[in-house]
């Protein structure tokens, strides 16, 4: 079962680790967590009110010494971009929650706001705390209508009895959240097409730099994190650096949420230490592939995908040693792929999804994820691809890796380059034939 | 900083663009997305590079060092990097030649082709495309896109003056930043995603003046001058490259002819004039140069009718009837535009007839020289206090577009040897502006009024009242005194409105004060504008009402007394008369007048209401026809160049002089465009023949520019019409029928509710006496235009300033209701 041991055996890098307990996920799925009565009765808002007994720069340093780092999917690490705003200088800043939780695969973010809203706001409390910023913008993906409605309830509740407003707790300190409702592009996951969107403006990537620390929302100091980073600072207030350091590896620390899909006994999001093995989350925590299984996306479908193979299984779930074996963590959005999954009808479905969220901004997005990619795909499904169309593919789709504006593109094109890799003599049998290697069934019957 | 660009060293400023460098260093990459003056966004993916640079060791702060070589060590940037959109690093080496960069752009231009329909053999571009360029560049020469492209609209008409070809953009986004960025009106954008985006317009049209340029910078054939559509192709056009007798701007031409016509006009590149910008009246206003009914041989009165002859001939018929005629008794007037070559012409020709009754026109009671310090547009652009007077979007739409480059707050880029940047990275989307250094003061609501900070709109009737308060206030602040407060209440606005206004100007030590003949129609005003733009220390940009009033001014085309001005032309003092390109006759009185004249000589395109009177006719050339020099607003002398356009035996007022001369038996100053030029390196110490197409700045005259003023009436501070200034020239607008379709009639702009009390609405024709010019003017409700007060446009016979409008004579021609019907 320890196929990868962690480097230092008392780290928590196990969720059978009897030291493990389960913290941001504590709450969710409890009748009734999401009232503020009840996030109190638990030592809600403890956190916060902690926070505002310390120097905003202890708090930066302590999330800093925590080694959180973004749980979005580029895993930056949190206190370091904290630390990047600008000196208070009287202008207006933001903290910015991008909850367009929109990656295949993901999530995590959504039962987050749906059970447990209260967290998220005291997280984005804690951070424009410690930035300086009295203004939260909470950017919510529009189709998380039932996680907007809970939000917009706790935003109400909390402005009424005083957890948000002016003098947050007499505190002294000024916060309240702005809640913004997504239309459902998934561009608006990126960062600066979030703040383009949110401003009014159509939602393309914005150059960087500046980066949002200089020129974020409305041109002013703006800090954008995850979900899942905001409501990680609040445990990592209330229990300290140390204990949130304890868990995971020297590369990644702390608390992760996998969201398991695909073709697997028992999918759905699991609250894991960093450092788990994937063998670890799909047979333990998932029971195990339904069947044979050939490959599984370790982040979302924007990751490269890997083989289902021992050599890929015990890779410990780490930033680190998941971009060197040549993929991502992503979002944490496991996907397994059975074996009799044609892998060429799986990649045009990715494909699609990409091609319709493309934003049109640049030329290899527009021309070559939006339109060229999915027509290959569907001339290779129709059956009338030829052996060179697969070598034209390879070839379009290295032209797409690293050329994009933003990464939206790389996010198409690595998913579709590893299953060239692995499974190429899938794509040449439907060139070949005319027909899949493994014909499309339905799975409700499997 | 150095840097190295395929193994050319050389030496950068900080914050540069790397495609600078690259092109500094006399490489090559493409690009569509990126356009000089304005913000690199890294769209189009043409000029992607593999770029590395040295890092310094974060504890020790040296450079980390290759351990094979001892040099500093380059990390190279995983992916290829945007050189637009990435700034130079000390150390940076950047690769544009290397295989994987080619088959980088390689991939690009096969991308950018995907959807575009190469229709190169019928589009108008083909031959002038950059993409065309570009995919022979850099292109593999073969498509392996074997699916059917996109199919959208092929002749979307933006507006009656561009028509956009969806299937060829290429989404490079140009002409929507251009929008945002330059003249502040966002007009268009992108509309869907993905592969389906295209460019439209949320409602029909594009309300701009600036919207030409648009088809100037599209890289491909997608946005195109509806004018010159399907009219020729690109390298069958000869281009003369000019400056525009339009407006005193000075802005840069390039005019396209073919087979003697003009097919369109681009603006030309002046970096310290117009950048690449021109506006829409000077681009699109040139369809009357080929109108059907230009006069192209000389005409003499026979027997009532005039009757075509020869040069010779009607220079003896002028000379013969003139000879013998007491000189004072002999007027001649050039309009305002004429070249300084002319003007000379004109001024020998009357020192040759002994007369002193010279004049332009039309020609502002005061002078349009600045006295004390002149603003240079480059000044305007990077002020960051200015205070205009006037309406200069329309006066001189290059102006306009200076000062929202002030807003910017971005020091003009040095120039490279390759021109001007093609990614300034200062410039960005959407850039905040700073609309609190502008203030403006009108007498109705401007275009340009939507960027200021403050606008102040006055009543008409007392802009000289507001001038005079605002001088007096500026006068007694200078040493921190107090003012008296008697003339607050002609301020216009609060006395602690105009105070921080004067502490701003005074302030700042680039302040700029910008009047135009709003001001200069009175002399009390223009005092006024003049004392207070020196009591704060504002360098001053006085806007003429024409191309070359200021030149003309400053070589002294002027009356040799006062009492010898236009208007005395129209006086029975005046026996013979000389109108080059004027038309007085539009004012019924002074046609009586001119029918009693004893010789009428017409120099004029056009068949008008004048020439109709004339005893003889001359054939004159068009502003774009003329060999010559003009002085622009900031006193930088241009050149003008003549475009081959066919118009019979036209020539300029030089030509007239010539043959005039002839006749007389003598040879005057100013026979010829090279005779006239050896006057003015006399005058100016200045060889026109040797200015280069970017001008070359006059020095500034010393203390009072000219003694000569004009003695009739002031502008007159009473009347209930205001004459005001037209981008677009209602002279012309007959014969510009595109540029008629777009920006519509001649308009009688009113308040709504003065419509109302009138009985009118928009879109009635009426014909209505202004100043004793019967108008044909097209009813328009504009609640910009303060009640009571009726606006129209300026003609050249008729200057900006108020007049009383004759509202019992009103005829309406047509109702808008009837036209519809």
Not at chain 1, 28 to 42: I, P, S
Not at chain 1, 388 to 403: A, F, H, K, Q
Not at chain 2, 524 to 549: C, Q
Not at chain 2, 714 to 725: C, E, N
Request: net charge negative.
């Amino acid at each position: 079962m320890s196929g990868a041991v962690a480097d230092k055996p008392d780290t928590i890098t196990s969720r059978h680790d009897p030291r493990f307990e389960v913290t941001l996920y504590k709450y969710v799925g409890v009748e009734g967590a999401h009232t503020l009565d009840a996030y109190l009765a638990h030592g809600g808002y403890g956190a916060a009110k902690k926070a505002f007994g310390m120097e905003p720069s202890e708090v930066v340093d302590l999330v800093k010494a925590s080694g959180l780092r973004g749980r979005g999917g580029a895993g930056f690490p949190a206190g370091v971009k904290w630390s990047f705003m600008p000196p208070v200088d009287g202008r207006q800043r933001f903290v910015v929650c991008n909850a367009d939780e929109s990656e295949p695969g993901s999530c995590k973010d959504r039962y987050l706001m749906e059970d447990d809203p209260h967290q998220l706001l005291e997280g984005m409390m804690i951070a424009g705390y410690a930035i300086g910023a009295t203004k939260g913008v909470l950017y919510i993906r529009g189709e998380y209508y039932h996680a907007y409605e809970r939000l917009r309830d706790a935003i109400e509740e909390a402005r009424q009895r005083g957890y948000l407003g002016e003098n947050v707790m007499d505190s002294g300190f000024d916060f309240d959240v702005i809640l913004h409702r997504g239309a459902g592009a998934y561009i608006c996951g990126e960062e600066t097409a979030l703040m383009n969107s949110f401003e009014g403006l159509r939602a393309n990537p914005r150059l960087k730099p500046p980066f949002p620390a200089q020129a974020g929302v409305y041109g002013l100091p703006t800090t954008i994190n995850n979900v899942t980073t905001l409501a990680s600072a609040v445990h990592i207030i209330e229990k300290g650096a140390d204990w949130y350091a304890a868990m995971g590896t020297d590369d990644s620390k702390g608390i992760h949420h996998v969201q398991i899909s695909g073709a697997v006994n028992r999918p759905g999001v699991f609250e894991v230490p960093m450092g788990i093995t994937y063998r670890e989350i799909i047979f333990d925590l998932a029971g195990g592939p339904k069947g044979p299984a050939k490959a599984f996306i370790p982040g979302g479908t924007s990751c490269p995908l890997f083989p289902f193979d021992d050599e890929h299984l015990d890779l410990p779930m780490e930033y680190a040693a998941v971009a060197k074996a040549g993929s991502m963590m992503g979002t944490g959005g496991l996907i397994v792929i059975p074996e009799d999954q044609c892998i060429v009808d799986a990649m045009y479905n990715v494909t699609r999804f990409y091609a319709h969220e493309s934003c049109g901004k640049c030329t290899p997005c527009r021309e070559g994820v939006s339109t060229w990619l999915p027509k290959m795909f569907q001339k290779l499904l129709a059956g009338l691809g030829t052996p060179e169309d697969v070598d034209l593919m390879e070839d379009m789709v290295s032209n797409l890796r690293g050329t994009a504006f933003c990464p939206l593109a790389d996010a198409c094109a690595w998913p579709v380059q590893t299953s060239l890799k692995y499974f190429r003599n899938e794509y040449e049998h439907l060139a070949q034939h005319g027909t899949p290697l493994h014909p499309r069934k339905d799975r409700w019957q499997s | 900083m150095k840097i190295k660009v395929n193994e050319v060293e050389l030496d950068v400023t900080p914050g540069t663009s790397v495609i600078d460098a690259v092109f500094a260093a006399g490489h090559d990459v493409p690009y569509f997305c990126s356009q000089e003056y304005m913000s690199p966004i890294g769209a189009c993916r043409m000029c992607l590079a593999k770029i590395g640079a040295p890092r310094k060791d974060r504890a020790t702060n040296d450079w980390i060092l290759d351990e094979e070589t001892g040099e500093p060590k380059i990390f190279w940037f995983p992916n290829p990097m945007a050189t637009c959109t990435t700034q130079v690093m000390e150390g940076m080496v950047v690769d544009t030649i290397s295989k994987d960069v080619k088959k980088a752009q390689n991939a690009m231009v096969e991308f950018t082709l995907v959807n575009h329909p190469l229709d190169c053999p019928t589009c108008d571009k083909g031959g002038a495309c950059e993409l065309q360029d570009r995919a022979y560049e850099y292109g593999s020469g073969e498509s392996r896109f074997v699916f059917d492209k996109r199919h959208q609209e092929k002749h979307h008409a933006l507006s009656e003056l561009i028509t956009l070809d969806r299937e060829r953009c290429i989404h490079c986004k140009r002409c929507v930043r251009y929008f945002e960025e330059v003249p502040g009106d966002e007009v268009l954008d992108f509309i869907e995603r993905g592969g389906h985006t295209y460019i439209g317009t949320l409602e029909d049209g594009l309300p701009s003046p600036f919207t030409g340029n648009i088809t100037d910078i599209c890289p491909v054939g997608a946005l195109l001058d509806t004018t010159s559509r399907f009219r020729g192709r690109n390298w069958e056009y000869h281009h003369t490259d000019t400056t525009s007798l339009d407006d005193p701007s000075g802005a840069a031409l390039r005019i396209d002819t073919r087979t003697g016509r003009i097919e369109r006009i681009k603006a030309g590149l002046n970096d310290d004039v117009n950048k690449t910008w021109i506006d829409d009246g000077t681009r699109f206003g040139h369809e009357y140069a080929d109108a059907e009914d230009r006069i192209t041989r000389p005409m003499v009165r026979r027997d009532g009718t005039l009757v075509e002859t020869t040069w010779a001939d009607a220079a003896r018929e002028i000379a013969e009837r003139i000879a013998g005629m007491d000189g004072t008794r002999i007027g001649i007037a050039l309009r305002g535009d004429a070249t300084l070559e002319e003007g000379v012409a004109a001024k020998a020709l009357a020192d040759h007839l002994g007369s002193g009754r010279l004049d332009t026109a039309p020609r502002p009671a005061a002078s349009v020289l600045p006295d004390g310090a002149a603003a240079t547009l480059r000044d305007v652009a990077t002020s960051d206090a200015l205070f205009v007077v006037g309406d200069p979007t329309e006066e001189a739409g290059i102006v306009d577009l200076r000062i929202k480059d002030a807003l910017k707050g971005v020091e003009p880029a040095p120039l490279f040897p390759h021109g001007p940047a093609i990614a300034d990275l200062r410039l960005k989307e959407r850039m905040p502006r700073k609309r609190e250094i502008l203030t403006i003061c009108a007498p109705y609501r401007t275009d340009l009024m939507k960027h200021a900070g403050q606008a102040h709109v006055p009543p008409a009737t007392s802009m000289v009242d507001l001038l005079h308060a605002l001088a007096e206030r500026a006068s007694a602040t200078v040493d921190g005194g107090t003012p008296s407060g008697a003339w607050d209440d002609a301020l216009g606005m609060t006395a602690a409105e105009a105070d921080a206004l004067i502490t701003r100007m005074r302030s700042s030590t680039r302040g700029v004060m910008i009047w135009s003949a709003f001001v200069s129609n009175d002399p009390r005003a223009d005092e006024a504008a003049r004392t207070f733009a020196k009591s704060v220390g504002a360098k001053t940009l006085i806007l003429g009402p024409m191309a070359n009033t200021a030149g003309l001014e400053r070589i002294s085309v002027l009356p040799s007394h006062d009492r010898y001005d236009y208007a005395s032309m129209f006086t029975p003092e005046t026996k013979a008369l000389f109108l080059a390109s004027l038309d007085p006759a539009v004012d019924p009185k002074v046609a009586d007048r001119l029918r009693e004249l004893d010789l009428l000589v017409v120099h004029a395109a056009f068949p008008t209401a004048t020439s109709a009177l004339a005893d003889v006719v001359l054939p004159a050339v068009t502003g774009y026809e003329k060999d010559g020099t003009t002085l622009n607003v900031e006193g930088r002398l241009l050149p003008v160049r003549a475009a081959p356009v066919e118009a019979g035996t036209a020539t300029d007022f030089t030509g007239v002089v010539k043959q005039l001369g002839e006749a007389f038996g003598t040879r005057l100053e100013g026979r010829s465009v090279k005779s006239a030029r050896r006057v003015l390196r006399k005058l100016l110490d200045v060889d026109a023949a040797e200015l280069p197409t970017t001008g070359q700045p006059l020095p500034p005259v010393r203390g009072k520019a000219s003694g000569a003023r004009a003695v009739r009436e002031y502008a007159r501070a009473t009347g209930d019409a205001l004459i005001v200034p037209s981008m677009v020239r209602v002279e012309h607008l007959d014969r510009n029928p595109h540029l008629r379709a777009e920006r519509g009639d001649a308009a009688l702009r009113a308040h709504p509710a003065t419509l109302h009390a009138h009985g009118l609405t928009s879109g009635d024709v009426v014909t209505l006496p202004i100043g004793g010019i019967p108008r044909q003017l097209r009813v328009t409700a504009s609640e910009g235009v303060p009640e009571g007060l009726w606006l129209a446009p300026t003609l050249p016979e008729q200057p900006v300033g108020l007049y009383d409008a004759n509202l019992a004579a009103m005829v309406r021609e047509r109702s808008a209701t009837a036209e519809v019907a």
